[in-house]
């Protein structure tokens, strides 16, 4: 039905919540329509021509209901009436029929118009009209109680049959209208988990998984101190003059290649990519997980950061060939997250801004380690010592290159 009424109602795919309900009500009308004209025919084939008046009226006013909504697209007229007939029609029917044993307690229908206008309006006018239905109630059980046993039209097996089909015409239109809502609520479930995976994805994009978990749990993440881990500092030499004689199109993807493989050797070597600036990559070996090898990862890192840019221009995903220079110190530092909004998972102490110096006094091609980094990997990968060099605000500093 749904597809029928989408069609020849011209619906647009894009459902809306209004579009939604307006779909739902011209079911609703349809199928009480249908039921309706089954209720008329039945009461036809057992004669009982007083009733068939009533309920075929409904009917056949629902049809040209529907097609006038069709042509003019005026809902709330649509809607106002339809639930109008509804509170009134079924109590007129009963009354007129002769009380509940005649009509079949054909004025529990009227509880139709109630939750229709819960679920199509408001839930003020929901209570006006669940309010005209205990009123009827009171009215037609006050007329029925002043029939006297020979006042009845119908024999005890009719009654049992005109009962049996205003239940079962009622309550399936009332299932069918809570099916739909449950579908709906469904619908809206999976919709908003999918939003969570999704949000959750993004997160962990920008904070550690731990992090995350904790964001999530505690609504804050606390900052911690780390006693020793390796901050990886690289810049692409050359980059930021070349970018000059590049389109803005072209600099952002150039740098996205660079930094989505730098991305995916993080991820190998189980460290913590921190932020990008500009054409600087900056990163950290040994948090939010503490590691005991958190020296040789960032090693085993850097070395092959430097095959992927001489693999990314061999491949031809770049103009010019480029050079990283890279600097690693190991040390203590703080991390946590910052902001309100746009927070960030950052690093703070000297040991990030001595990786700092140690990129800025390396050399194209070449990874320049601290002292205290050579200590930690000596014993893995042969050294070249610089001896010591001035960096500013620290001081003199012991620097080694990494041989390939």
């Known amino acids: 039905m749904s597809d029928f009424i989408k069609t020849v109602f011209k619906f647009p795919d894009e459902i809306t919540e209004d579009i939604r309900?307006?779909?739902?009500?011209?079911?609703?009308?349809?199928?009480?329509?249908?039921?309706?004209?089954?209720?008329?025919?039945?009461?036809?084939m057992l004669g009982y021509y007083e009733i068939v008046y009533i309920a075929g009226s409904y009917g056949v006013f629902?049809?040209?209901?529907?097609?006038?909504?069709?042509?003019?697209?005026?809902?709330?007229?649509?809607?106002?009436?339809?639930?109008f007939l509804l509170a009134i029609l079924p109590i007129i029917n009963q009354i007129y029929a002769g009380g509940y044993t005649d009509s079949g307690g054909n004025i529990i229908a009227t509880l139709l118009a109630a939750i229709g206008a819960l679920l199509f309006d408001?839930?003020?006018?929901?209570?006006?009209?669940?309010?005209?239905?205990?009123?009827?109630?009171?009215?037609?059980?006050a007329y029925e109680l002043n029939i006297t046993e020979e006042g009845y039209n119908v024999s005890r097996q009719v009654s049992v049959i005109l009962f049996s089909i205003t239940i079962l015409c009622v309550l399936s239109t009332i299932y069918f209208v809570f099916e739909k809502f449950v579908q709906k609520i469904d619908q809206a479930q999976k919709e908003l988990t999918t939003e969570k995976e999704k949000a959750d994805a993004l997160l962990l994009n920008i904070l550690p998984p731990s992090i995350s978990e904790e964001l999530k749990n505690a609504g804050e993440a606390k900052a911690r101190g780390y006693a020793s881990a390796s901050v990886i500092f690289a810049?692409?030499?050359?980059?930021?003059?070349?970018?000059?004689?590049?389109?803005?199109?072209?600099?952002?993807?150039?740098?996205?290649t660079y930094f989505r493989a730098f991305d995916d050797i993080m991820e190998k070597y189980g460290i913590e990519k921190i932020k990008t600036l500009g054409d600087a990559y900056l990163a950290v070996s040994g948090i939010p997980e503490e590691s005991f090898t958190h020296a040789e990862s960032a090693i085993k890192a850097v070395l092959e950061m430097q095959k992927a840019v001489n693999k990314i221009y061999n491949e031809g995903k770049v103009r010019q060939p480029f050079e990283l220079r890279i600097g690693v110190h190991s040390g203590p530092l703080i991390a946590g997250v910052v902001g309100k909004k746009k927070f960030t998972y950052d690093i703070w102490g000297e040991t990030v801004n001595i990786a700092a110096r140690m990129e800025q006094h390396g050399e194209p091609g070449q990874i320049n380690i601290s002292e205290s980094t050579y200590n930690l990997i000596q014993h893995k990968?042969?050294?070249?010592?610089?001896?010591?060099?001035?960096?500013?605000?620290?001081?003199?500093?012991?620097?080694?290159?990494v041989e390939r």
């Open 21 to 44: 309900k307006e779909r739902l009500l011209l079911e609703m009308v349809l199928l009480s329509t249908s039921t309706a004209f089954i209720y008329s025919g039945i009461m036809l």
């Open 122 to 141: 408001s839930i003020k006018l929901g209570r006006i009209f669940y309010a005209v239905f205990i009123i009827g109630l009171i009215a037609v059980t």
């Open 235 to 256: 810049d692409i030499v050359g980059f930021s003059k070349a970018s000059k004689y590049l389109t803005p199109g072209e600099l952002v993807l150039q740098l996205d």
């Open 62 to 83: 629902s049809v040209f209901n529907v097609i006038f909504y069709q042509q003019t697209k005026r809902y709330k007229f649509f809607k106002s009436s339809q639930l």
């Open 381 to 401: 990968y042969k050294c070249t010592p610089r001896g010591k060099i001035s960096a500013k605000n620290v001081g003199e500093l012991e620097m080694y290159f």
